[in-house]
T-cell receptor, first 115, second 114 residues
Framework: DAGVTQSPTHLIKTRGQHVTLRCSPI?????VSWYQQVLGQGPQFIFQ???????GRGNFPDRFSARQFPNYSSELNVNALLLGDSALYLC??????????????FGNGTRLTVT | QKEVEQNSGPLSVPEGAIASLNCTYS??????FFWYRQYSGKSPELIMF????GDKEDGRFTAQLNKASQYVSLLIRDSQPSDSATYLC??????????????FGKGTKLSVIP
């Protein structure tokens, strides 16, 4: 079975530009989450979607937005990029909405560099 | 603000030894706990999860949970150079249904010396 897939794997953008990152969850998983990981830190929660509805939002500015499609894939959008947005963006999926007995499985991530 | 604390290391152990990684958490109501392994430049990979007090074993890995003391640990027996990685402890931000958010520690970097 295919795991969580993310695209693109690497991306270089200029300050002020916009970026869209894409994620396909494991087949049968209805919950998709996005995390940002800067060098030397643990992943930080950005969004969670379950059954196409936003179920959680982390402490990120409104420049960050996301959505989930009917096939459960998801997009993360970031507007007006800042140098500080440079990070590894991780998508994760799980079978259920809550953590109990349903671990998160991460994709390989998208490495975003903002210059 | 729920917090998860880990010693950032690096923790160096000789090949064949037991590596012990520790994690403390602030929310006494936390019910489940996850250990992820992350190789440099790669994404986190789930290696263990535990819900009940006590020990859970999976191959060379043992997770230990002590809810009274609010710590969870990961033991790696017969450590191998391939175990060299950063180990992330993660705790759900909320209890029960509603949303699924994990709070991660900063990770402990483990180096297994041949």
């Amino acid at each position: 079975d295919a795991g969580v897939t993310q695209s693109p794997t690497h991306l270089i953008k200029t300050r002020g530009q916009h970026v869209t990152l894409r994620c396909s969850p494991i087949s049968g998983h209805k919950s998709v989450s996005w995390y940002q990981q800067v060098l030397g830190q643990g992943p930080q929660f950005i969004f969670q979607y379950y059954e196409k509805e936003e179920r959680g939002r982390g402490n990120f500015p409104d420049r960050f937005s996301a959505r989930q499609f009917p096939n459960y894939s998801s997009e993360l959008n970031v507007n007006a990029l800042l140098l500080g947005d440079s990070a590894l963006y991780l998508c994760a999926s799980s079978s259920f909405q809550s953590s109990y007995n349903s671990p998160l499985h991460f994709g390989n991530g998208t490495r975003l560099t903002v210059t | 603000q729920k917090e998860v604390e880990q010693n950032s290391g690096p923790l160096s152990v000789p090949e064949g030894a037991i590596a012990s990684l520790n994690c403390t958490y602030s929310d006494r109501g936390s019910q489940s706990f996850f250990w992820y392994r992350q190789y440099s430049g790669k994404s986190p990979e789930l290696i263990m999860f535990i819900y009940s007090n006590g020990d859970k074993e999976d191959g060379r890995f043992t997770a230990q949970l002590n809810k009274a003391s609010q710590y969870v640990s990961l033991l790696i027996r017969d450590s191998q150079p391939s175990d060299s990685a950063t180990y992330l402890c993660a705790v759900p931000a909320g209890v029960g249904a509603g949303s699924y958010q994990l709070t991660f520690g900063k990770g402990t970097k483990l180096s297994v010396i041949p």
